[in-house]
Nanobody
Framework: QVQLVESGGGLVQAGGSLRLSCTAS????????MAWFRQAPGKGRDFVAV????????FYADSAKGRFTISRDNAKKTVFLQITSLKPEDTAVYYC??????????????WGQGTQVTVST
């Protein structure tokens, strides 16, 4: 397993942009697919995007297509989530996870502690 630490969240106005980062410890980062999930207040944890271990393949939730971009830097053991044109409904705790390529939480065995993103009107 790997240990994951997210950063980059914060309070931003609607229409703004953020880049979330998730840095891993351990030597096996490059062998894992990495994903982002989010959990809005009072709701369950939803899949946002996943990237394959090599970075070649990506897959997005329908709600994330067009405004969210996942990327990774294996040399820096970091995965990123770029979000543009932020909307109030993007307000959530964003979690990164390491595991097997796919779009469900059960595929991921290692999770970060989350970073809060709050979008104001």
């Amino acid at each position: 397993q790997v240990q994951l630490v997210e950063s980059g969240g914060g309070l931003v106005q609607a229409g703004g942009s953020l880049r979330l980062s998730c840095t891993a410890s351990g030597r096996t980062f490059s062998s894992y697919a990495m994903a982002w999930f989010r959990q809005a207040p009072g709701k369950g944890r939803d899949f946002v995007a996943v990237i394959s271990s090599s970075g070649v393949s990506t897959f997005y939730a329908d709600s994330a297509k067009g405004r969210f971009t996942i990327s990774r830097d294996n040399a820096k053991k970091t995965v990123f989530l770029q979000i543009t044109s932020l909307k109030p409904e993007d307000t959530a705790v964003y979690y990164c996870a390491a595991g097997t390529y796919g779009g469900i939480a059960e595929l991921f065995g290692s999770w970060g502690q989350g970073t809060q993103v709050t979008v104001s009107t």
